[in-house]
C-alpha cells in the first residue's frame, strides 16, 4: 500500500515562492502517477498538476500555468511542487495522490492520498 506525506506548506507573501514535498513510500514511482490537488474553504477541489510514472507531465491547470511546476526524484521517490508568484487565490490545502498505472493512463483515479499540507498565502 503507498502511503504519500506531503510537506513544505506554510505562510507567505503575494508574489513569494514555496516548494512542496510529497514523500512516496510503500512502493515505486516508476509505477504510479502522482498529482497535486488543492481544496480551499467554499471552493471545489482542483487538479493542480499530474506528472506520470515515465516522468511526463500529463497537465496543468490554467490557474496555475506559468507558476507551478511539478517535478519528480524518483531516487528520493519523491514529487515536487514549485510554487513560484503565488497569488491569495492559491491558499488551500494541498494534496498529493497516486494513481497506479493499472487503473488509469493519468491521475484521473487516484487510490491513495496524502494528509495534506496548508499553503496560505497573506497579505
Known amino acids: 500500500q503507498l502511503h504519500l506525506v506531503e510537506s513544505g506548506g506554510g505562510l507567505v507573501q503575494p508574489g513569494g515562492s514555496l516548494r512542496l514535498s510529497c514523500a512516496a513510500s510503500?512502493?515505486?514511482?516508476?509505477?504510479?502517477?502522482i498529482a497535486w490537488f488543492r481544496e480551499a474553504p467554499g471552493r471545489e477541489r482542483e487538479g493542480v498538476s499530474c506528472i506520470d510514472s515515465n516522468g511526463s507531465l500529463k497537465n496543468v491547470a490554467d490557474s496555475v500555468k506559468g507558476r507551478f511546476t511539478i517535478s519528480r526524484d524518483i531516487a528520493a521517490n519523491t514529487v515536487y511542487l514549485q510554487m513560484n508568484s503565488l497569488k491569495t487565490e492559491d491558499t488551500a490545502v494541498y494534496y498529493c495522490?497516486?494513481?497506479?498505472?493499472?487503473?488509469?493512463?493519468?491521475?484521473?483515479?487516484?487510490?491513495?492520498w496524502g494528509q495534506g499540507t496548508q499553503v496560505t498565502v497573506f497579505s
Open positions: 510503500g512502493g515505486s514511482l516508476d509505477y504510479y502517477h
Open positions: 495522490a497516486a494513481t497506479h498505472i493499472t487503473v488509469a493512463v493519468g491521475c484521473e483515479r487516484p487510490g491513495a
